[in-house]
């Protein structure tokens, strides 16, 4: 599932920042937000999704974009 996926990476950062910052490796930081950024651009992609589906999309909502 996309969802999990998503978690997936999200609880990889997580485990790599501590790492990263005590390292002062600028590289590892600069690639954690990188995948933070993939990671927010996915869960705004699957928000979009889950509202123009199932219930909400029996409210006929219109998208502007």
């Not at 005590?22 to 992609?45: I, P």
Request: hydrophobic share 40%; aromatic share 10%.
């Amino acid at each position: 599932l996309p969802y999990q996926e998503v978690q997936q990476r999200f609880q990889n950062v997580e485990a790599l920042l501590p790492e990263a910052e005590e390292s002062k490796d600028a590289e590892l930081m600069n690639d954690l937000y990188e995948e933070l950024a993939f990671v927010e651009k996915q869960l705004e992609e699957l928000e979009v999704r889950k509202m123009l589906s199932g219930e909400m999309q029996r409210c006929y909502s219109v998208l502007f974009l």
